[in-house]
């Protein structure tokens, strides 16, 4: 499917130029050859630098997605996939740091100007959370929520399931990423957590299992990423934001705010994928991962709120605020990639329907 989309200041065939990109990816030697001839990526710096004003200024869906699929080609060399290892030839390239770098800056500005930040550095953290988690526990149905229940067909449920098995296949992964340093209490209940989301070491429990489970009861492809070109680039964006709080350890307590919302969330959100489920007549396998969540992550949400956020607010009386910071950032992402999740099913729907 095409992408290329007109701006103001030019047009950049976006397929064409990520194509590109996925060459670059794989040159051996990337940093050196870039040094020698800037001219080899050229064209890929020019369709970044068109993309973050397009995006960014005027709001283009074409500009984000391609930004978005960037950073998630780049991110991806964090995690290893059991593929071919030449696929990791430049995890460590600098070049493609700076890219990272380049487009996460406008980004991060760009999330932050909607959120209001001197607010929250005066509020009182302790309360705050336990305001937020006991509102997004047990929140009122949202249209798209509505939307889910009692109109989706079989056709969207299988969108709906084909987009978030990007993010469900790999599922904690990021997490991982944080559990590097000294023990202490607080560690220790992220440990906990992190084994329950790997099945305690035994595949067939691991939470992205029961993903696996769900596509093969639907006979959809269960290869990682299979899906890729369907995820709508709000969903990218949020996996994009999950490895910017992760990576950094500057960024630690936005990243427990920002878990401590989907944790909490979480619930209340696959409560609607299970109820079309049930209203379509699946199977329990074709529903599996949403039942396996809506049953232990309402008491992964108290953990993170009693035993992980809470004490880490005693911990870190000035910088606390950061944790209301990670979990409203996290829900404006989530809530922004549940809508364009809503609107793709929908899309996906018309299309059954005039193909029929």
Known sequence: MKRTQANPLTTVNYDQ??????????????????????????????????????????GDDAAHFFLQRVLYRINRLKFFWYDDLQHYTNEHSLYLQKILQRIEAVWEEWELAQIDVVALQAEYVRQGLITRTAADV???????????????????YRQLVAIASVDGLVEASQMSRTLGGVANEVHSVLTQLLLEEYGGGRLARKHSSYFATMLAELDMNLKPEAYLDLVPWESLASINYGFIVSERKRYFLRYIGGLLYSETSV????????????????????????????????????????????????????????????????RLISSRASASVARSVGEAELGTKSNG
């Open 17 to 58: 130029v990520e194509q590109q990109f996925i060459r670059i990816l794989e040159i051996e030697e990337l940093d050196k050859k870039v040094a020698v001839d800037p001219d080899m990526v050229r064209d890929f710096e020019e369709a970044i630098s068109s993309a973050i004003l397009a995006a960014y200024q005027y």
């Open 138 to 156: 047990a929140p009122p149905i949202s249209a798209d929520g509505k939307f889910f229940r009692e109109q989706m067909t079989e056709a969207g």
């Open 267 to 330: 619930p209340a959100g696959f409560s609607n994928y299970q109820a079309a489920g049930v209203r379509l007549r699946l199977s329990p396998d074709a529903m599996a991962y949403w039942n396996l969540h809506i049953k232990v992550d309402e008491l992964h949400g108290r953990w993170m709120l009693n035993n992980v956020a809470l004490p880490l607010v005693d911990q870190y009386p000035a910088n606390a605020w950061e944790l209301l910071l990670g979990y409203d950032q996290q």
